[in-house]
């Protein structure tokens, strides 16, 4: 059992496990703590954690990055890394009347009961399979290593892929890399339940794909859970994602359970605040703009856990109780299921109020952009040869073409913002790296304040601007900072590299004072100490303020921020995407910024008055007002999008996605007329013969859409029959047509 002893926190942790107990558990977790010596002290991840796991629930389990979310689901399979040690109790009951201490286990028990009775999903299949062999063979190893009958097992695989919409023969035929990312995760789910496990415990199992791949792995996982009578436990950082889905949601905190209920309590009478917070600072698509507010502070060092309730440095209603003693829960209005662990619960929704008064509600927010273009884009083609997959045949065919982008014309002005959302391959990367000159575009033209960027490149005609002015002029902050930072270089060298090669005349004291102002000016003080880190030694939200730092100190026009905020922690996109915001108006700079995901769109282009731009397959099929697009979309591809974007519901329709095939066609081969034809739920004929434009027939000069149904009646497509290619219900059709350019979106 755990010592309390380590931080002088108090002994009543949590104490009255009563108030998290149910009917009919078939996991119970009891003061279960995780911990790691290191140099600086002893490294407490999860810190004497009491919950129940209910037979045949979906509980979601949220948090912020480094709460203690993985390690929960670790500690449930004694499955805690060396040289980590994990104390507590651990009781699986497979009926309500057996039980196994799991942490009594020899190691071939629990092996044994890693596969058979409770099995787990990570985040990125593509890690979890060797990518060396076939997807059958990955079952038939599992099969074969549990002494499972191999008939009856692979006839149980072939069930569930079927049930998760993937073609058996195909898939099992394939190896990890033919399948796409979401055919790998979903055969990954397959291969984690052909031993027929009673519980599915899930890491973040679809972080890693789009949202509309996310939202319709969801829906088949509520249909799975009926079917196979499964308890799953799905832990993600991501709210409104398992809202809808689960039954009851815990959230953590500092390495324990802060708030435990049903679903529908939690999100509609949330009670501790770190829950409210938290709420307020996820971005969605119907909480007015204003209303959403990043967590002020961070979350704490797991080596130095605040004494009293781990939440009090960040809490408006803190006071000395709360920095004194560790608050046990307390039943919510009396509730036998809705637990907060806060002194001060019942005052929260007053002090912490969800909505405003009403009167802000939408609010119009005017953008400061000009009229003048700082970037243009006119009828831009960027197409790549595709590289041959490596088989010996390959270097005898001919490359195939990807139509990256097609036929794209748009300005983006001084002050602007512009997002850009779609899908994996939809082409916004490379439309943003044309856009600051970093792709050479095979067709159309693209100027910097009227000059030719390719004829300045080239030196051709009279060149007004020189090429290296405009590269200085349009800047990059990409979606992994860490990566984009040299891991060998302190803050200060990074920072100060970029003004030693453009300002010359700059001497280092200069240098110095303009990179500790800027350190200072996003917040990173006191700056002598962040000068002298390394990234590794900086969170995600502080290695990403670095990047645009060195993006800014060039004092861009056009700043392209690439899924910029996409691997930040829900809770610190609203805070990052607001510093953007008000640099923009300090550095006046203008910002593209790519994202896949319609709630950070929205909120970022929203704030600045912005646009938001949809691309499918290499085309912009809908632009206009940010709040616009979200609000009144037109293009069934943009209301797609939208309803692949979880909100803050838990009735929430996860059941019929507006779309007649989850996976994006092959860019090498695009459909003919409307790209969007082949899983549009409104194509007709005409749709396969003629292609829609964004500027014809368009009723509203800002809002443009490429649809035949905002074109009038004169047109055929309302005469032509509806497509009925007979696959109608296969929302899965994978076939060959599942490729994605994974490395450019
Ligand atoms: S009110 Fe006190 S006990 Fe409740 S969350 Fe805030 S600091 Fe913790
Ligand atoms: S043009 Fe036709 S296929 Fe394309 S989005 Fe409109 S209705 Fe759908």
Redesign the pocket.
């Known amino acids: 059992m755990s010592d309390n002893s380590f931080t002088g926190r108090s002994e009543a942790t949590k104490a009255d496990v009563s108030a998290i107990q149910v009917d009919d558990p078939i996991l119970e977790m009891r003061d279960a703590s995780v911990t790691f010596d290191m140099d600086r002290g002893e490294s407490r991840v999860l810190d004497q954690v009491n919950l129940d796991v209910q037979r045949n629930e979906i509980l979601g389990v949220v948090g912020e990055s480094g709460s203690g979310k993985s390690m929960f689901a670790s500690a449930l399979l004694d499955a805690v890394v060396d040289p980590g040690t994990l104390s507590g109790d651990i009781t699986y009951h497979p009926d309500p009347d057996r039980s196994v201490d799991v942490l009594d286990l020899s190691p071939e028990q629990l092996r044994e009961l890693r596969w058979e009775e409770i099995s787990m999903v990570f985040q990125g299949a593509q890690s979890s399979f060797n990518p060396t062999t076939t997807i059958r063979d990955h079952f038939e190893e599992t099969i074969e290593a549990h002494n499972y009958d191999m008939a009856q097992g692979m006839a149980h695989a072939r069930e569930l892929l079927e049930d998760l919409y993937l073609e058996p023969d195909r898939v099992l035929d394939a190896y990890p890399h033919e399948l796409s990312g979401g055919m790998q995760q979903r055969a990954l789910i397959a291969l984690s339940l052909v031993l027929e496990p009673n519980v599915l415990v899930m890491d973040e199992p679809t972080a890693a794909l789009d949202l509309l791949m996310q939202r319709s792995i969801l829906s088949l996982l509520n249909d799975l859970q009926e079917k196979y009578d499964l308890t799953v436990v799905f832990i993600t950082h991501d709210l409104p994602l398992v809202a809808g889905l689960a039954d009851r949601l815990a959230v953590m905190y500092a390495f324990e359970f802060a708030e435990v209920g049903p679903a529908d309590e939690i999100i509609r009478n949330p009670t501790h605040p770190y829950t409210r917070s938290l709420l307020k600072a996820v971005p969605n698509l119907d909480t007015p703009l204003q209303e959403m507010q990043p967590i002020e502070g961070m979350a704490p060092d797991p080596v130095d856990v605040p004494e009293g309730c781990s939440y009090h440095p960040r809490c408006p209603l803190a006071d000395d109780v709360c920095r004194a003693s560790n608050p046990a829960y307390h039943a919510v209005d009396d509730s036998d299921d809705h637990v907060a662990a806060c002194f001060h619960w019942e005052q929260a929704s007053d002090v912490l109020s969800l909505t405003t008064d009403g009167e802000t509600e939408h609010a119009e927010i005017v953008g400061k952009q000009s009229a003048d273009p700082v970037v243009s884009l006119t009828d831009v083609d960027v197409h790549f040869e595709q590289e041959a997959d490596g088989g010996l045949l390959s270097i005898f065919d001919d490359p195939d073409l990807v139509h990256a982008v097609d036929d794209v014309s748009l300005d983006v002005y001084e002050n602007d913002v512009v997002a850009l959302v779609g899908e994996s391959g939809c082409g916004k990367t490379t439309l943003g790296k044309t856009s600051i000159a970093a792709q050479r575009p095979t067709g159309g033209s693209v100027t910097y304040r009227e000059q030719d960027v390719w004829d300045a490149k080239d030196g051709v005609g009279d060149v007004e601007t020189p090429f290296e002015a405009i590269r200085r002029s349009l800047q990059m902050v990409h979606q992994d900072p860490g990566g984009s930072l040299n891991p060998n270089r302190k803050v200060q060298a990074s920072l100060e590299a970029p003004l030693k090669h453009w300002n010359t005349g700059m001497d280092a004291e200069d240098r110095k004072e303009r990179v500790f102002s800027m350190l200072e000016y996003v917040g990173m003080s006191p700056p002598e100490d962040y000068a002298g880190r390394y990234p590794h030694q900086l969170s995600g939200g502080e290695q990403q303020r670095v990047a645009l730092i060195r993006a800014l100190l060039m004092n861009p026009d056009l700043i392209l921020a690439d899924e910029a905020v996409s691997a930040l922690d829900v809770s610190l996109r609203v805070e990052v995407m607001d510093l953007m915001l008000e640099l923009q108006d300090v550095f006046d700079t203008s910002y593209l910024f790519i994202s896949h995901n319609l709630s950070n769109a929205r909120y970022f282009a929203g704030n600045a008055g912005g646009r938001i731009g949809v691309m499918y397959l290499g085309e912009i ?1 809908e632009i206009g007002p940010a709040e616009e697009i979200i609000a009144n979309p037109k ?3 943009t209301k797609v999008l939208k309803w692949s974007t979880a909100d803050l519901e838990v009735d929430q329709d996860v059941e019929e996605p507006p779309i007649s095939s989850i996976d994006i066609p092959d860019p090498v081969d695009p459909p003919s ?5 082949t899983r ?5 004929e ?3 013969r ?1 292609q ?1 434009s964004l500027d014809e027939h368009a009723s509203d000069d800002e809002h443009r859409v ?5 074109y009038d009646q004169s047109h055929e ?1 309302w005469e032509s029959e509806p ?1 009925d290619d007979g696959e109608s219900t296969d929302l899965f059709a994978d076939g060959s047509d599942a490729a994605e350019i994974e490395s450019d979106d």
């Open positions: 099929v293009h069934p591809y007329g409307c790209r969007f034809h549009c739920p409104e194509a007709r005409a749709c396969a003629q829609p490429a649809c035949f149904r905002e497509y497509i």
